[in-house]
């Protein structure tokens, strides 16, 4: 039988990675629940907040706009930037190891579920500057 206590998980029961741009809580991750081939979560940017541009080497990403609206960065495979408005509803691919950002160019708050394969390329973050590990329920 399955343990119903990390197969439904809620943003608010997980730590969270936090960041002076936002947060993100990964709800499907190896440490969470074991998931072996991808992982995944909420992140949040406040108004005027976003994610400077990096990638995940080895790692495809997506990422899909639950609220908000902002400018998302795509580098295509020549390593141009390509710009597009996104809001609600709209998915975004990043292949593999492609240079991206995300910027919330609204007045309310973004949210994003965000998508890694393989499992565990997010953890890069970590050794970003501003990383802060917020406790469950921050």
Known sequence: MTDRSNVFVY???VSAFGFDWGRLALTVAPEVNGAERFSGGVVDLPSGKGHTRHNHPGAEEIIFVISG??????????????????GPG??????????????????????????YSP???????????DFRLLPAGQ
């Open 69 to 86: 609206n902002g400018e998302q960065m795509v580098e295509d495979e020549n390593g141009n930037p390509v710009v597009a408005k996104v």
């Open 11 to 13: 943003p608010k029961d």
């Open 90 to 115: 709209c998915t975004i691919y990043v292949p593999e190891s492609r240079f991206h950002s995300t910027l919330n160019t609204g007045d309310q708050p973004m949210q994003l579920f965000v998508v």
């Open 119 to 129: 499992a565990g390329s997010e953890l890069a973050l970590r050794d970003l500057p």
